[in-house]
C-alpha cells in the first residue's frame, strides 16, 4: 500500500487511507469476503484526465487493479486492455466522490458494479490454483457475481510493444487483456456517461455536482 498512499494527500482527497478496516452495508468486512466467503470485486468509472474504468479484485487482503480505457464487455470478442495500476485497500470499493483537481487522479469516481467473484483457473490436470498464484503466472480465470456483471472472465497478461520498446532497466508495465468467456449475455460495453452507479444510482454529471 506505499505506493498507494504515497501517490496521495488524504487530508485532500476523501479517497480512503486504507489504515483502518472498513464493513459496508451488504456485508462484506474488512478481510474482503462477502457473507458466502467470496472476495469481492468493483468497477469504478473514473472520469480524470481520459475516461477509463477501474477493475479491481479483492487478493491477498488488497484490491488488485488494473485501468480498462474501454471499460469490461460482455461480448466474448472483444478484448479489453487492462493496465495494472497500484494495489487499493478494500474499503475503496466503496469510494465514490470527487478526488479535487491538483490531486493524482483528479476527477469524478463512480462506483458502477461490485460484488463478488469465485476464482477458476485450474492446472493442466485441473486441480485448482491459488488466484495470486495464477495472476503472478500471467492467466486467471473467475466468475463474477455483480449487479451488472455476471458470469466467466479471464484476465491475461501478455508482453506488448510498449515493454519491448522500454530502456534498458525500465518499469515498463505489463499489459493485461480483460476477456469474457463462455456465453454472451447481452448488453456489449457501457456508455460511461449513461451509466448510473450501484451504490447510489446517480450519474457521472449528479455525482460531480454533488460531491
Do not use: C, N
Amino acid at each position: 500500500m506505499r505506493t498507494y498512499r504515497g501517490k496521495r494527500h488524504f487530508d485532500r482527497t476523501a479517497e480512503p487511507s486504507g489504515e483502518r478496516g472498513a464493513r459496508d452495508a451488504d456485508g462484506r468486512d474488512a478481510d474482503g469476503r462477502g457473507p458466502d466467503g467470496e472476495p469481492s470485486f468493483v468497477v469504478q468509472i473514473h472520469d480524470a484526465s481520459t475516461m477509463h474504468f477501474d477493475f479491481r479484485l479483492e487478493v491477498d487482503g488488497v484490491l488488485k487493479s488494473w485501468s480498462v480505457p474501454k471499460g469490461p464487455s460482455t461480448d466474448p470478442q472483444d478484448k479489453r486492455l487492462a493496465i495494472p495500476t497500484e494495489d487499493h485497500p478494500l474499503d475503496y470499493r466503496e469510494y465514490e466522490g470527487v478526488i479535487p483537481e491538483g490531486e493524482y487522479g483528479g476527477g469524478t469516481v463512480m462506483v458502477w458494479d461490485r460484488g463478488t467473484y469465485r476464482p477458476t483457473s485450474h492446472d493442466k490436470r485441473r486441480r485448482p490454483v491459488p488466484f495470486a498464484q495464477a495472476l503472478e503466472k500471467g492467466h486467471a480465470t473467475f466468475e463474477l457475481h455483480g449487479e451488472k456483471l455476471r458470469g466467466q472472465y479471464a484476465l491475461t497478461r501478455f508482453h506488448g510493444r510498449e515493454e519491448q520498446d522500454a530502456p534498458s532497466g525500465g518499469r515498463a508495465k505489463p499489459t493485461w487483456l480483460l476477456v469474457r468467456t463462455g456465453h454472451h449475455s447481452g448488453g456489449g460495453t457501457p456508455d460511461p456517461r449513461r451509466a448510473r452507479s450501484a451504490r447510489s444510482g446517480r450519474t457521472l454529471r449528479q455525482i460531480a455536482e454533488q460531491g
